[in-house]
Nanobody
Protein backbone atom coordinates (compact mmCIF):
# COMPACT_ATOMS: atom_id res chain seq x y z
CA UNK A 1 0.00 0.00 0.00
CA UNK A 2 1.30 3.42 -0.96
CA UNK A 3 -0.09 6.51 0.74
CA UNK A 4 0.43 10.12 -0.31
CA UNK A 5 -0.71 12.85 2.05
CA UNK A 6 -1.19 16.45 0.97
CA UNK A 7 -2.93 19.65 1.95
CA UNK A 8 -0.84 20.93 4.80
CA UNK A 9 0.23 24.53 5.11
CA UNK A 10 0.27 27.66 7.21
CA UNK A 11 -3.03 28.93 8.60
CA UNK A 12 -4.07 31.40 11.26
CA UNK A 13 -5.84 30.45 14.46
CA UNK A 14 -9.48 29.75 13.71
CA UNK A 15 -8.79 28.86 10.11
CA UNK A 16 -9.44 25.64 8.22
CA UNK A 17 -7.51 23.14 6.16
CA UNK A 18 -8.42 19.91 4.44
CA UNK A 19 -5.85 17.17 4.30
CA UNK A 20 -6.06 14.51 1.63
CA UNK A 21 -4.52 11.08 1.42
CA UNK A 22 -4.38 9.10 -1.80
CA UNK A 23 -4.03 5.34 -1.48
CA UNK A 24 -2.86 2.85 -4.07
CA UNK A 25 -1.59 -0.67 -4.34
CA UNK A 26 -4.38 -2.48 -2.53
CA UNK A 27 -8.14 -2.80 -2.53
CA UNK A 28 -9.00 0.45 -0.78
CA UNK A 29 -12.36 -0.83 0.34
CA UNK A 30 -10.63 -3.37 2.59
CA UNK A 31 -8.50 -0.79 4.37
CA UNK A 32 -9.27 1.06 7.56
CA UNK A 33 -7.60 4.47 7.60
CA UNK A 34 -6.31 6.86 10.18
CA UNK A 35 -4.84 10.30 10.60
CA UNK A 36 -2.07 10.83 13.12
CA UNK A 37 0.09 13.77 14.06
CA UNK A 38 3.41 14.42 15.67
CA UNK A 39 4.39 17.77 17.10
CA UNK A 40 8.03 18.68 17.74
CA UNK A 41 9.31 16.92 20.83
CA UNK A 42 6.14 14.92 21.28
CA UNK A 43 5.05 11.39 20.53
CA UNK A 44 2.86 10.56 17.57
CA UNK A 45 -0.82 10.63 18.50
CA UNK A 46 -3.99 9.42 16.90
CA UNK A 47 -6.22 12.15 15.51
CA UNK A 48 -9.04 10.21 13.87
CA UNK A 49 -9.73 6.82 12.35
CA UNK A 50 -12.35 5.50 9.96
CA UNK A 51 -12.93 1.84 9.36
CA UNK A 52 -13.15 0.05 6.02
CA UNK A 53 -16.85 0.78 5.44
CA UNK A 54 -17.03 4.16 7.13
CA UNK A 55 -19.24 2.80 9.87
CA UNK A 56 -16.84 3.35 12.75
CA UNK A 57 -15.27 6.75 13.18
CA UNK A 58 -13.28 7.83 16.20
CA UNK A 59 -11.61 11.08 17.17
CA UNK A 60 -9.19 12.23 19.79
CA UNK A 61 -10.90 14.32 22.44
CA UNK A 62 -8.72 17.27 21.51
CA UNK A 63 -10.20 17.48 18.00
CA UNK A 64 -13.81 16.36 18.51
CA UNK A 65 -16.24 18.85 17.05
CA UNK A 66 -13.52 20.53 14.98
CA UNK A 67 -12.11 17.77 12.75
CA UNK A 68 -13.97 15.43 10.42
CA UNK A 69 -12.54 12.33 8.79
CA UNK A 70 -14.15 10.93 5.66
CA UNK A 71 -13.36 8.57 2.82
CA UNK A 72 -14.23 8.32 -0.86
CA UNK A 73 -13.83 4.73 -1.97
CA UNK A 74 -14.46 5.66 -5.60
CA UNK A 75 -11.34 7.83 -5.55
CA UNK A 76 -9.27 5.80 -3.06
CA UNK A 77 -9.04 8.89 -0.87
CA UNK A 78 -9.35 9.71 2.79
CA UNK A 79 -9.74 13.26 4.05
CA UNK A 80 -9.32 15.20 7.25
CA UNK A 81 -11.31 18.42 7.38
CA UNK A 82 -9.86 20.60 10.11
CA UNK A 83 -11.83 23.62 11.30
CA UNK A 84 -11.25 26.15 14.06
CA UNK A 85 -7.57 25.32 14.09
CA UNK A 86 -5.51 26.14 17.16
CA UNK A 87 -1.76 26.62 17.60
CA UNK A 88 -1.63 23.30 19.48
CA UNK A 89 -2.75 21.57 16.26
CA UNK A 90 0.63 22.42 14.73
CA UNK A 91 2.28 19.13 13.76
CA UNK A 92 3.24 16.87 10.93
CA UNK A 93 0.12 14.94 9.97
CA UNK A 94 0.33 11.40 8.66
CA UNK A 95 -2.23 9.14 7.08
CA UNK A 96 -1.99 5.43 7.68
CA UNK A 97 -3.78 2.24 6.73
CA UNK A 98 -4.43 -1.18 8.16
CA UNK A 99 -6.26 -4.30 7.04
CA UNK A 100 -9.32 -5.18 9.03
CA UNK A 101 -11.70 -3.27 11.21
CA UNK A 102 -11.11 -0.63 13.85
CA UNK A 103 -13.37 -1.79 16.68
CA UNK A 104 -11.94 0.83 19.01
CA UNK A 105 -9.85 3.99 18.77
CA UNK A 106 -6.50 2.53 17.79
CA UNK A 107 -3.05 3.91 18.21
CA UNK A 108 -0.37 4.25 15.58
CA UNK A 109 1.14 0.86 16.39
CA UNK A 110 -1.97 -0.83 14.97
CA UNK A 111 -1.50 0.67 11.49
CA UNK A 112 0.83 -0.99 9.05
CA UNK A 113 1.27 1.40 6.12
CA UNK A 114 2.19 5.07 6.37
CA UNK A 115 2.34 8.10 4.15
CA UNK A 116 5.13 10.65 4.20
CA UNK A 117 3.46 13.33 6.31
CA UNK A 118 2.32 16.85 5.63
CA UNK A 119 3.12 19.82 7.85
CA UNK A 120 0.34 21.89 9.39
CA UNK A 121 1.34 25.13 11.08
CA UNK A 122 -1.21 27.22 12.94
CA UNK A 123 -0.09 30.71 13.81
CA UNK A 124 -1.47 32.59 16.79
Amino acid sequence: VQLQASGGGLVQTGGSLRLSCAASGYAFGRLSMGWFRQAPGKERESVGTINWNGGRIYYADSVKGRFTISRDDGKNMVYLQMNNLKPEDTAVYYCAARLGDTPYFMGSNMFRWWGQGTLVTVSS
